[in-house]
């Protein structure tokens, strides 16, 4: 199986801008999980999505959002970006069923803003 | 390549020789953890995980511990290779009465083979 891919892989904005971010999980993994990694806080959980529900969330201001598809692809939008939301931004997909924890992460996007 | 830590502790071991890498977790209600390998420019890479319900499994040259009694786990890694270095994270889930919440990562640690 291919594994979690995510586009595009790095990206460079300017405060103020929005950016969207894509990430098409393992095929026949429904449940989406988004991270930002920062030398500075490490890997901080953003938000879950399953059956394009939001099921859980970080503790981000609102300015981070995300969706889920009916193929269980996701994006998640930055808008309003700020210096400090420059990161390594996660996707990680997990199987569906008990005792499927185990979370698949993608590459990552590189966002860097100016 | 990319730095996923500007000041993680780090581990510096001799090739063939085991590693040992540790981690504290905060909650004891956590019932899940699970230790990745990051790789510059890289994601997070699963190693092992493990339950709550057990104290110890091990995988291919691995081995996670689990101590509860000090909310402490561990990845032991066997004749390190070159090939092993990287940034190491554990991360905890924690359980609410049931609800499973989302996974908490620690800072990591550097692990550096020398040849």
Known sequence: KAGVTQTPRYLIKTRGQQVTLSCSPISGH???????QTPGQGLQFLFEYFSETQRNKG???????GRQFSNSRSEMNVSTLELGDS??????????????ETQYFGPGTRLLVL | GESVGLHLPTLSVQEGDNSIINCAYSNSASDYFIWYKQESGKGPQFIIDIRSNMDKRQGQRV???LNKTVKHLSLQIAATQPGDSAVYFCA???????SQGNLIFGKGTKLS???
């Open chain 1, 87 to 100: 990161a390594l931004y996660l996707c990680a997909s997990k199987p569906t069923g008990r005792f499927q």
């Open chain 2, 113 to 115: 083979v020398k040849p």
């Open chain 1, 30 to 36: 429904r449940s989406v999980s988004w991270y930002q």
């Open chain 2, 92 to 98: 905890e889930r924690e359980n609410y009465g049931g």
């Open chain 1, 59 to 65: 503790n981000f201001p609102g300015r981070f959002s």
């Open chain 2, 63 to 65: 081995t996670v511990l």
